[in-house]
RNA sequence: GCGCCUGUAGCUCAAUCGGAUAGAGCGACGGACUUCGAAUCCGUAGGUUGGGGGUUCAAUUCCCUCCAGGCGCGCCA
């Protein structure tokens, strides 16, 4: 990478310095900048701007063409086009980001009680991407899901299922309070029904079984494959439930209070303690999630990642707390909440109730709207941000459709390479480099080779948004380096230099795309 | 009341770890196809970054405070 080998330079000659590689935002100005005269200038008590050009002067290296200083004390870099063209044919930089660390990444996680709503396809979303880009830099990522099968959830759920059989038997049915009353649930019962199933443990195991089946098939359909799927009533199994509270009680962290078992959360900064075992002698969710957290550590992973949403977030430090109680450092869990969506029609929000039964499933969204640009739209915002999903727009098969945009270059740039190959020029990587120095080839050359770059950034980010940015961005620099010059043209050499040039486009919007989840058709 | 998130152009959002004259898309207006895909490109207009303080050479970014919206705050999950 580009902005690492300047980031080198610099600190061989600042052993002791934090190297700062930013872009320069001004085209003309150079291609990376450093603001490292302004940190010397502090210690040395000199005015910023001259230590710049004393650092500027010192600096020589053949990738750089050449190096301004630009006010207040930027040092400006401009990236040799020789370099450059060198690097972009030559192998990719690999990023070692992770060194091989095993990390995963627990998402989505819905309750097998009804259907995958938006809110849990933008998780889906985001967090297969994030797998794939921990995997290109560095890590050995693997994502899981869990199923809460166990519970009061599911029993409600199985009592509510009963409820609709009697009343598809012609009896009147009385959902139970907390209980579910989607229309979903009139289909399952159907179904059950149908296969003559009454026992009520045997109504929950199919429902469960049902939901599970039709998540994975959805998520299936939506390019999402969990390598792990967990069920809560595994961890009781496996002994982890009585494991961790024999644990917090040999550790002295349990306290008996109103007939309630409490655990000590705030010795490990919760902001009050919490109950694990309720005065009727149930666990709350709190026991059996770190008990599952238990097992995700005793699968020795270096770090776990949870990608929830923002109703969640009161739950984070509790979790966090219990983990340390077992004795895992702080930082070892990480829950990364990704903010909720908002569907948009006609410039309007429409009002999203899960009680009320009418929920914006990713089935329902899927039928409608092409994979393609549900995955995009989902990971075109950052984690933190509210997503407005614009169901207008999302339907559009225009040029405002930010994805078409994107699949728009890399097919057209296939079309360019068989229209050349007809006329017998077969795109190679051996040609004469030289032969590329225009403005817009040279931009369009920075461009693809920042996608190294781009990926360590939203991998370190947790953020797959950066890349959506930057594809849409690359796609933007060839649109326009197509309509200023033409590829195929009378000079066959010249020919030759700009196939590779735009295959290097090609690759790279492939690339970024696949990570996203993303097809990339040679024909639109 | 407390915690977390958000507030940037008419709308949806960027702005890398605190950096340069705050940028894109959509919408509006005006242009560009006898030539590789017009699902494209170019130009114009549009801003007191919610308000006010503070820290800094430098604040959309950090701190304090106020205002507005969202999500939570259970011996539910």
């Given at each position: 990478?580009?902005?690492?080998?300047?980031?080198?330079?610099?600190?061989?000659?600042?052993?002791?310095?934090?190297?700062?590689?930013?872009y320069?935002?001004?085209?003309?100005?150079?291609?990376?900048s450093?603001?490292?005269?302004?940190r010397?200038?502090?210690?040395?008590?000199?005015?910023p701007?001259?230590?710049?050009?004393?650092?500027?002067?010192?600096?020589?290296?053949p990738?750089i063409?050449?190096?301004?200083?630009?006010?207040p004390?930027?040092?400006?870099?401009?990236?040799?086009?020789?370099?450059?063209?060198k690097?972009?044919?030559?192998?990719?930089?690999?990023?070692?980001?992770?060194?091989?660390?095993?990390?995963?990444?627990?998402?989505?996680?819905?309750?097998?009680?009804?259907?995958?709503?938006?809110?849990?396809?933008?998780?889906?979303?985001?967090g297969?991407?994030?797998?794939?880009?921990?995997?290109?830099?560095?890590?050995?990522?693997?994502s899981?899901?869990?199923?809460?099968?166990?519970?009061?959830?599911?029993?409600?759920?199985?009592?509510?299922?009963?409820?609709?059989?009697?009343e598809?038997?012609?009896?009147?049915?009385?959902?139970?309070?907390?209980?579910?009353?989607?229309e979903?649930?009139?289909?399952?019962?159907?179904?059950?029904?149908e296969?003559?199933?009454?026992?009520?443990?045997?109504?929950?195991e199919?429902?469960?079984?049902?939901?599970?089946?039709?998540?994975?098939?959805?998520?299936?359909?939506?390019?999402?494959e969990f390598?792990?799927?967990?069920?809560?009533?595994?961890?009781?199994?496996?002994?982890?439930?009585?494991?961790?509270?024999?644990?917090?009680?040999?550790?002295?962290?349990?306290?008996?209070?109103?007939?309630a078992?409490?655990?000590?959360?705030?010795?490990?900064?919760?902001?009050?303690?919490?109950?694990?075992?309720?005065?009727?002698?149930?666990?709350t969710?709190?026991?059996?999630?770190?008990?599952?957290?238990?097992?995700?550590?005793?699968?020795?992973y270096?770090?776990?990642?949870?990608?929830?949403?923002?109703?969640?977030?009161?739950?984070?430090?509790?979790?966090?707390?219990?983990?340390?109680?077992?004795?895992?450092?702080?930082g070892?869990?990480?829950?990364?909440?990704?903010q909720?969506?908002?569907?948009?029609?006609?410039?309007?929000?429409?009002k999203?109730s899960?009680?009320?039964?009418?929920?914006?499933?990713?089935?329902?969204?899927?039928?409608?709207?092409?994979?393609?640009?549900?995955?995009?739209?989902?990971?075109?915002?950052?984690?933190?941000q509210?997503?407005d999903?614009?169901?207008?727009?999302?339907?559009?098969?225009?040029d405002?459709?930010?994805?078409?945009?994107?699949?728009y270059?890399?097919?057209?740039?296939?079309?360019?390479?068989?229209k050349?190959?007809?006329?017998?020029?077969?795109?190679?990587?051996?040609?004469?480099?030289d032969?590329?120095?225009?403005?817009?080839?040279?931009?369009?050359?920075?461009?693809?080779?920042?996608?190294?770059?781009?990926?360590?950034?939203?991998?370190?980010?947790?953020?797959?948004?950066?890349?959506?940015?930057?594809?849409?961005e690359?796609?933007?620099?060839?649109?326009?380096?197509?309509?200023?010059?033409?590829?195929?043209?009378?000079?066959?050499k010249?020919?030759?230099?700009?196939l590779?040039?735009?295959?290097?486009t090609?690759?790279?919007?492939?690339s970024?795309?696949?990570?996203?989840?993303?097809?990339?058709?040679?024909?639109?």
């Open positions: 990478m580009i902005r690492q080998e300047l980031k080198n330079i610099l600190q061989k000659i600042f052993p002791d310095e934090d190297i700062v590689i930013d320069v935002p001004k085209e003309k100005q150079g291609d990376y450093t603001n490292i005269a302004f010397i200038a502090a210690q040395k008590k000199k005015q701007y001259e230590i710049a050009q004393e650092i500027a002067s010192l600096i020589q290296h990738m063409e050449s190096i301004s200083v630009h006010k004390a930027f040092i400006n870099f401009t990236i040799a086009n020789g370099y450059i063209l690097k972009l044919f030559s192998e990719p930089d690999t990023i070692d980001l992770g060194k091989g660390q095993k990390i995963m990444i627990e998402f989505v996680s819905a309750n097998p009680t009804g259907p995958i709503n938006i809110a849990s396809a933008r998780a889906a979303a985001v297969d991407s994030l797998i794939k880009l921990l995997n290109r830099t560095g890590y050995e990522a693997v899981e899901y869990y199923v809460n099968d166990g519970g009061r959830q599911s029993s409600l759920l199985a009592e509510s299922v009963k409820q609709r059989i009697k598809l038997n012609g009896k009147s049915a009385d959902i139970p309070e907390g209980g579910y009353h989607g979903y649930i009139i289909d399952l019962a159907r179904e059950i029904r296969k003559g199933i009454a026992d009520i443990e045997k109504i929950k199919y429902a469960i079984d049902y939901f599970i089946e039709g998540h994975k098939r959805i998520l299936q359909e939506f390019g999402v390598n792990n799927w967990i069920r809560e009533s595994s961890i009781y199994e496996k002994g982890y439930v009585d494991e961790v509270l024999g644990l917090f009680q040999e550790k002295k962290l349990t306290y008996v209070k109103d007939g078992v409490w655990l000590r959360t705030t010795e490990f900064g919760d902001k009050e303690d919490r109950v694990v075992i309720t005065s009727d002698k149930r666990h969710y709190l026991l059996p999630d770190i008990a599952y957290h238990l097992d995700k550590m005793k699968r020795q270096n770090r776990l990642i949870n990608i929830w949403g923002p109703d969640h977030q009161a739950q984070i430090r509790s979790l966090q707390s219990g983990m340390m109680a077992l004795g895992y450092p702080r070892m869990l990480e829950v990364l909440i990704v909720q969506v908002h569907l948009r029609k006609a410039g309007k929000l429409i999203m899960k009680r009320a039964g009418v929920l914006k499933t990713l089935e329902e969204l899927l039928k409608h709207i092409p994979k393609d640009v549900v995955r995009f739209f989902l990971v075109m915002r950052s984690n933190s509210h997503l999903f614009d169901l207008d727009l999302a339907l559009k098969q225009s405002e459709n930010p994805v078409y945009y994107v699949q270059a890399h097919a057209r740039i296939k079309s360019i390479i068989k050349a190959q007809e006329q017998g020029i077969e795109c190679c990587n051996s040609f004469a480099k032969l590329i120095k225009e403005k817009e080839e040279i931009t369009l050359a920075k461009a693809i080779l920042r996608y190294c770059e781009v990926v360590e950034d939203a991998a370190r980010n947790f953020e797959p948004y950066m890349l959506a940015y930057y594809l849409i690359l796609a933007r620099v060839f649109h326009y380096f197509y309509q200023k010059l033409r590829v195929i043209g009378e000079n066959k010249l020919t030759q230099a700009r590779a040039l735009i295959n290097r090609a690759e790279t919007i492939k970024g795309l696949e990570i996203l989840g993303v097809s990339c058709p040679e024909r639109m």
